[in-house]
């Protein structure tokens, strides 16, 4: 079973008033972390998609501007003599690639965006001098009018996926590629056995 949990837990070691924020994971063993479909070797393993989920939730929801930490609390003690620093470079693997996979992400949505204003400005260029146009051979009411107008209104239409994507798209994108580069430097310590417990989440 895995339980998690987001808190933030005063550091007494810094400060007394500092505070740092805590994400927690209560686990059975480290199996429970890692994607056990992922044939990789452990250093390279990508983590199980729920617990990556609760990470990066947790993590937008703690304080942008403090240090994180993601403790992990073990029923069963690792095997590994050095689990910590081995399960600390796959996180920080997982996430690095996670980030690394968002800043792709968003050169492809903005070379997209470039070639649809390319071809939606074309197009908008087009419809207005065929509009031009027929106002110089028409008369300027009833129903050449109303076409004239649909040219550019269909016009500008075509203009509204591209400056959606530069007004709106790409920033959630920017958002979660610096989360996951802040997730991909964190610390993480393992804490085994009866040396710290936290509620169970039903």
């Known amino acids: 079973m895995m339980v998690m949990s987001a808190s933030k837990h005063q550091n007494r070691e810094v400060s007394r008033d500092a505070d740092r924020s805590i994400i927690e994971l209560h686990l059975h063993s480290l199996d429970q972390l890692f994607d056990t479909r992922d044939p990789s070797p452990f250093r390279e393993r990508d983590l199980d998609p729920k617990a990556d989920e609760f990470i990066v939730d947790s993590a937008r929801e703690l304080c942008s501007g403090q240090p994180r930490e993601i403790a992990l609390h073990l029923d069963q003690a690792p095997d590994h003599p050095d689990a910590q620093r081995v399960v600390s ?111 169970h989440c039903h």
Do not use: K, N
Not at 114 to 140: D, K, N, R, W, Y
């Open 89 to 199: 470079d796959a996180m920080r693997t997982h996430f690095a690639r996670r980030s690394d996979f968002s800043r792709r992400e968003l050169r492809a949505l903005l070379r997209r965006g470039l070639i649809s204003l390319a071809v939606g400005l074309t197009f908008l260029v087009l419809l207005f001098l065929i509009a031009q146009a027929m106002g110089l051979v028409t008369a300027e009411s009833g129903f050449p009018t109303l076409v004239r107008e649909s040219l550019l209104i269909i016009g500008w239409v075509a203009m509204w996926r591209p400056l959606e994507i530069f007004l709106y798209d790409w920033w959630p994108i920017v958002g979660e590629q610096r989360l996951h580069d802040r997730l991909s430097r964190i610390e993480v310590r393992i804490v085994s056995g009866d040396d710290y417990r936290i509620p």
